[in-house]
């Protein structure tokens, strides 16, 4: 019997039956722009070979007005509708289905001709909207049901309607945004009028053989969002203007809560979509922060959906649903959902990929073929970049050694695991000492090699990665200043009040464990919803507290300094540095910038700022100084006349993440 009994049960949506409940998510790849058609048809039918069995395009466009930024994809002409052709056909080859995400963006979308119910800038868009007029709101309903005829004549299964996360129906839906007093606004039955009525239009447009998702703003989390009522009631009434199942939908973009971030619990918002069931009579479908088997499993063992919908865990690998069903499941690679490859690059305008999947969105151009003469490879040092460099290597049938100086392999991800919110590294790390095992890697821990013990590989590797810059500071041999490696991994004990010297990644890092003063809310779902002001939407509108965020009270004072002038923590991720960024100002953790360190003194750090001396009375100075490149071995081997491979931090330190050393690691194994 399958240990997910729920999961691998048959559902029948509307005019689809599917083998499993597992959807694949709405992503944006970036590929969609970059009119490589074929390289989005391989992305989309290598998951639909792993098990896939109904996959959300990333949103298209109904019309440029709607699109997110300028250029967005959608199916604007003959030659659109041939292009997504070619997508739908190779899902359908191998297999797997897809339905098209018809996304307008209204007040979201980045351009001065954005429109809104009102005129009403978002706090996250540069560019104030135009408010719809009759005309206006009949042409956007037009233009949605058109692209939604295109999507049936391109040959999707289905199409989603975008109904959440704060985009133009979300934005009809609420008074914060929906200022209108006419049929389209005024109250809560006429500001559902136009999803209804875009539902309404869609499902004659397409007709009774294509599946209609919408996807339902269940939890707002915004001032003068909708309410528990209203929203069980816009449910009965897209259920009736024709949808087959209602997708969940968390939060919109401009709130203050992290909803799918790393920090976020597991499941975290699946009560949700449960409070709904029962309320319609079509499926519903449970989203956010499900990245495993057994979660999927426990929220619909749980009552709380009908399905479960999965995004970036698809990202990860595509091979999940095939991995789950034959009982495989630790061997799937774990999406911990840090944005770093997929949102993050999405942001900044890359073709979305993944951490721990350099290969997600480049399938056509990483491949992993059986290398033509096995070799003797060795890797040295197991941090990421290294173990993946190992595994590739050895999947492709090189005989791989992996050296390790210390006891067990992990590297860096070690201290990352150990930080209040970043639990899901702990995950990463037990599916690589897996993937070493199950390809055979050699794992030699406890030993550092020198050139001579190394001679006899056809290959050498070094991943050596990188140790904590010395920031050469008066003072930082005093008995109260420790480096982040003692904190993170030494378990070093820290002051009541503790300067922080150094706010990148690391830096941040450091503050937040020193100030969690127990158990991490990110285990403990309760708490975290305590700690963000989450609360259930039917006793507050949209779910917002009436007392706001609660964090638990800090376990000591901290202040975070740099000596650039802007901002700490403007480096941090685009879709999680505010996260971090928050998250320390509710622990009360001061943060400085534009500082000139003195000196350290067992009374604390002495700086000027603003050109006024300063002292910042500490117990315990934390350096987080950044890193340099650990590369001694790398250069006694080109001095014996090697030529090794170096990647990661060895080969350089700065902006080094796991996300670089991974991919550094995967693509070179490629080659070898
Ligand atoms: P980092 O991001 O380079 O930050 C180093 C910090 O030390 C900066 O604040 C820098 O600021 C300061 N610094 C550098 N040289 C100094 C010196 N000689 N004296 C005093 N201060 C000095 O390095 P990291 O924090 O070690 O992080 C390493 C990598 O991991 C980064 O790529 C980071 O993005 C990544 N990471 C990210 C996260 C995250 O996104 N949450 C978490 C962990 C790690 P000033 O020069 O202005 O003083
Ligand atoms: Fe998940 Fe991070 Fe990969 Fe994105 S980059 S899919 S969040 S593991």
């Keep these: 019997m399958s240990p997910y009994p729920h999961l691998f049960a048959p559902i029948t ?29 391989a992305f989309y039918a290598e998951r639909a070979t792993g098990g896939a069995a109904l996959m959300i395009t990333g949103g298209m466009a109904p019309n440029r007005e709607g699109g997110v930024f300028p250029g967005a994809a959608g199916l604007f002409t003959r030659a659109d509708i041939d292009d997504h ?25 980045y351009g001065k001709d954005c ?22 709101i009949e042409k956007q309903i037009a233009d949605i049901a058109t692209a939604a005829q295109r999507a049936r004549e391109a040959g999707y299964d289905g199409v989603e309607v975008m109904g959440s996360e704060g985009y133009l129906l979300n934005q009809f839906l609420a008074a914060r945004t929906n200022r209108r007093d006419d049929e389209w606004g005024g109250d809560a039955a006429r500001r559902m009028r136009l999803p209804v009525e875009v539902v309404r239009r869609v499902r004659a447009a397409i007709g009774p053989e294509m599946l209609l998702i919408y996807r339902i703003s269940l939890i707002d989390l915004v001032p003068e969002g909708q309410s528990w009522p209203e929203i069980v009631e816009l449910a009965r009434r897209v259920e009736t203007a024709g949808a087959d199942v209602l997708n969940s939908g968390i939060g919109w973009h401009e709130a203050r809560v992290p909803t799918i971030a790393t920090s976020v619990p597991r499941a975290g918002f699946a009560w949700v979509t449960r409070k709904l069931m029962g309320e319609v009579g079509v499926p519903l479908i449970a989203s956010n922060r499900i990245n ?76 992993y073929t059986p290398a033509a003469r096995p070799r003797r490879i060795a890797v040295v040092g197991a941090g990421p ?24 392999p992990g590297g860096q991800l070690d201290m990352a695991r150990r930080i209040p919110g970043k639990e899901e590294f702990a995950g990463l790390m037990d599916w690589f000492e897996g993937e070493l095992a199950r390809t055979g890697v050699t794992l030699r ?20 990665g990188v140790r904590p810059r ?125 500082v000139t360190y003195e000196r350290i003194a067992p009374e604390g750090v002495h700086i000027i700022r603003d050109g006024t001396a300063e002292l910042i009375a500490a117990d315990t100075v934390v350096l987080c100084t950044g890193q340099e490149p650990a590369r001694e071995l790398a250069d006694a081997l080109i001095a014996a006349g090697h030529t090794p491979h170096v990647i990661g931090g060895a080969d350089r330190a700065a902006e080094l993440d796991a996300q670089r050393a991974i991919d550094a690691g995967a693509r070179l194994a490629a080659r070898l």
Excluded at 13 to 41: F, Q, Y
């Design 13 to 41: 949506l509307g005019p689809l039956t599917l083998p499993h409940r597992i959807v694949m998510g709405s992503m944006h790849t970036g590929l969609e722009e970059a009119c490589d058609r074929d390289r989005l048809a």
């Design 85 to 109: 052709r070619r997508v739908t056909d190779a899902v359908h080859a191998a297999g797997g289905r897809i339905a098209m995400q018809i996304l307008h963006a209204g007040r979201y979308a």
């Design 115 to 136: 429109v809104a119910p009102s005129a009403l800038r978002a706090p996250i868009a540069p560019f104030m909207p135009q408010a719809l007029d009759a005309a206006g």
């Design 292 to 367: 495993t088997p057994e979660v999927a499993e426990a929220v619909l063992a749980g009552g709380c959906a009908d399905m479960v919908s999965m995004a970036r865990p698809f990202l990860a690998d595509s091979e999940f649903v095939a991995k789950a069903r034959a009982g495989r499941g630790r061997e799937i690679a774990p999406c911990i959902a840090c944005n770093q490859a997929c949102l993050d690059h999405t942001f900044a305008g890359k073709v979305a990929s993944c951490l721990v999947n350099p290969r997600a969105g480049h399938e056509t151009d990483l491949t």
């Design 385 to 408: 970049g290294g173990m993946m460099a190992a595994i590739t290597a050895a999947r492709r049938g090189h005989d791989v050694t992996l050296f390790e100086r210390a006891d067990a």
């Design 445 to 464: 821990t406890g030993t550092t090699p020198d050139p001579a013990m190394l001679a006899p590989f056809d290959e050498i590797v070094i991943a050596t």
């Design 470 to 594: 010395d920031p050469d500071l008066p003072g930082q041999d005093g008995a109260n200043v420790l480096r982040y490696t003692d904190v993170l991994r030494g378990g070093a004990a820290a002051g009541a009040r503790v300067a922080i010297i150094g706010a990148g990644g690391i830096g941040f890092d450091v503050a937040a464990f020193l100030a969690e003063n127990g158990p991490s809310p990110t285990l403990d779902a309760v708490a975290w919803r305590r700690e963000w002001g989450v609360t259930d939407p039917e006793t507050a509108r949209a779910g917002l507290a009436a007392d706001g965020p609660a964090p638990a009270p800090p376990a000591r004072a901290i202040t975070l300094m740099q000596r650039r002038a802007d901002k700490p923590g403007r480096g941090l991720g685009k879709t999680t540095g505010w996260i971090h960024r928050l998250g320390l100002r509710m622990k009360g953790v001061r943060m400085l910038g534009g």
